[in-house]
């Protein structure tokens, strides 16, 4: 491992803990040439299946790309980059576990727009905008209608 600050090899480990979820390994450690000190973190090679595109391209599951469309839809709302996080290591191991080797970006977007629409309506309204490509106002018009509609009958209970 590169030291960050004078980029010599020569370190130690000295402290390991295992994260909270297990599946992950933090390493402090420290430079040999110039004594500074710094964190790894050491994760199992994932295995994660293609994503097939809409239009039919393959591209390798890319979870930043997800974290930077979920950021971009709960821009300036109460949802923190913890909470985005932990969902999206919740969604590259759903995936992993079902053993595929490709999975439908739609399925992504399916599960991504359910967890948006559990935690803010109006990060679920940005992201379904872009996500379900609405045609015109009307359509975007309907899916809001739809919103306040199951928000009405969850009042009436």
Known sequence: MKCPYCTIINNKVIDSRLSKDGRMIRRRRECLDCGRRFTTYEKLEDVLPM??????????????????????????????MTQIEDFVDSLELHFQELGKKEIESSQIGEKVISKLKEWDEVAYVRFASVYRQFKDINEFMAELEGILKSKRDNEDL
């Open 51 to 80: 994503v097939v595109k809409k239009d039919g391209r393959r591209e390798p599951f890319n979870r930043e790309k997800i974290i930077s469309g979920i950021r971009l839809a709960c821009q300036k709302l109460p949802i923190s």
